[in-house]
């Protein structure tokens, strides 16, 4: 609407303007020349106009509220209109990142901003350059993995992205007594947002809980060593009304030694931040699964090794041997008689190694599936105290693999079976010895 006025304005004022000095023109018998000149004081006027706005822009200052007619005026009108406005959303702008860093600064936890492709930083909070021992504005631009050169684990951590995985339990570089732990959220197509978080407190008690653990099922050891020798010297022949009740203890008795090995067993992984790196040879590996499934079927299921891979593993032989083992036991105990487990190892598509276990067994619910791997934590009990099952093996393979920077995969469904699988990176995959081959 304002335009079509201006425009209308404009046009009529120039048709106005031109009939007057072709009056004058033809007044002073020189029509051309009064035209010439009037189409001159246009262009100069026009010319004044656009330097006019050009220089306003240039400076970057703000228009004048216009009060004239035409175009030019019109034009004027809305840069003012827009100059405003966007002053106005400036200003606004202003002050929500204002709120926005005030708010940052005062978290409790450190946030900082780095590059995706070099980890430089961008940004960083007050808790954080107390946290990370950074100085402002010298630590900006540097990469995040330089202030932390005694542990080479944090800079394989930014490396590989994880946003699903926390690191923790890593010392501070301000102080060693510190301990922070660092996670990864995708911020922008081109940066990360690091939040930096001090779990001290919780380090130290889950220290006192591993301890606890530890010390509590070490003391256990002795006193269950004793009643099992005693259960063990007592015969049933010579007690026939106590044979029910003595064999009851004896299994009892065993569980809670298992119970309390596994215990042991699960502290001492988490204890530990590096296992020894040895030669796996897979091919012999499949061959002791397959022996210890059948001897714990005894005949009742159909069991089938398939080796697809091709190649060996490095890592511990002791600890990864005790995760695949729990894994087929686990398939055994918890498949019908007649089912069919599947002991598959095979290559993934990133080069790396899948070593999984499928069964034809019930299969769980998928509300149980995100804690299964928690310590005791059992889909069904009575089947579980039925099949003697502790309610730590899972705990333990999640341990392990965790120490050997793989993964376990869980698929399952009900009344069709379960997958449970070992995944391996590239760095975990050697070539097949002659050997073995």
């Known amino acids: 609407m304002l335009l079509r006025l201006a425009w209308r304005q404009s046009l009529i004022r120039l048709l106005l303007f031109y009939a007057l000095a072709l009056g004058i023109g033809l007044v002073l018998d020189e029509p051309w020349w009064a ?28 228009l004048r509220t216009v009060d004239g007619q035409g175009l030019w005026a019109a034009l004027e009108t809305l840069i003012h209109r827009r100059q405003t406005e966007n002053r106005t959303r400036s200003r606004r702008l202003v002050r929500l990142l204002r709120a926005y860093r005030q708010a940052a600064t005062a978290m409790p936890d450190g946030a900082l901003v780095i590059h995706r492709r070099d980890g430089r930083l961008v940004w960083f909070n007050k808790t954080a350059r107390h946290l990370v021992g950074l100085r402002y504005p010298q630590s900006l631009t540097e990469p995040l993995a330089d202030f932390f050169p005694e542990q080479p684990r944090v800079r394989e951590w930014l490396a590989s992205g994880q946003t699903d995985e926390p690191l923790t339990d890593v010392a501070s570089p301000a102080d060693p007594m510190v301990r922070i732990s660092l996670r990864l959220i995708p911020y922008s197509p081109t940066q990360w947002l690091v939040v930096v978080r001090d779990v001290t407190k919780l380090m130290r008690l889950e220290q006192v809980r591993r301890d606890f653990v530890a010390n509590v099922s070490h003391e256990l050891r002795t006193p269950l060593t004793v009643v099992h020798g005693y259960l063990d010297m007592i015969e049933p022949e ?27 067993t699960l502290s001492r992984l988490e204890a530990q931040e590096h296992l020894p790196e040895e030669p796996l040879g897979m091919a012999s590996m499949l061959v002791t699964l397959r022996r210890e499934a059948e001897a714990l079927s005894q005949g009742r299921h159909q069991i089938v090794v398939e080796d697809l891979a091709g190649c060996d593993l490095t890592g511990s032989v002791k600890e990864l041997h005790s995760a695949f083992s729990n894994l087929v036991s686990n398939a055994v105990r918890y498949t019908p008689t007649d089912g069919r487990i599947t002991i598959r190892f095979s290559r993934t598509a990133d080069a790396g190694a899948r070593l999984a276990v499928i069964d034809s067994g019930y299969g769980i619910p998928a509300q149980h599936l995100p804690r299964i791997t928690e310590r005791f934590y059992r889909v069904s009990t009575s089947r579980s105290r039925e099949s003697g099952g502790t309610g730590l093996g899972l705990s333990i393979v999640k341990h392990v693999l965790s120490l050997h920077q793989g993964r376990l995969e869980i698929e399952s469904e009900v009344g069709r079976g379960s997958t449970f699988a070992c995944v391996f990176g590239p760095a975990r995959v050697r070539a097949r010895s002659a050997a073995e081959a």
């Open 35 to 62: 035209l010439g000149i009037a189409t001159a004081v246009l262009a100069a006027r026009a010319y004044w106009r656009l330097y006019r706005v050009l220089r306003f822009l240039d400076w970057r200052k703000q």
């Open 238 to 264: 010579e007690h026939p009304d106590l044979a029910v009740m003595v064999e009851e203890m004896r299994r009892q008795s065993q569980r809670m030694t298992q119970l309390v090995e596994d215990l042991l």
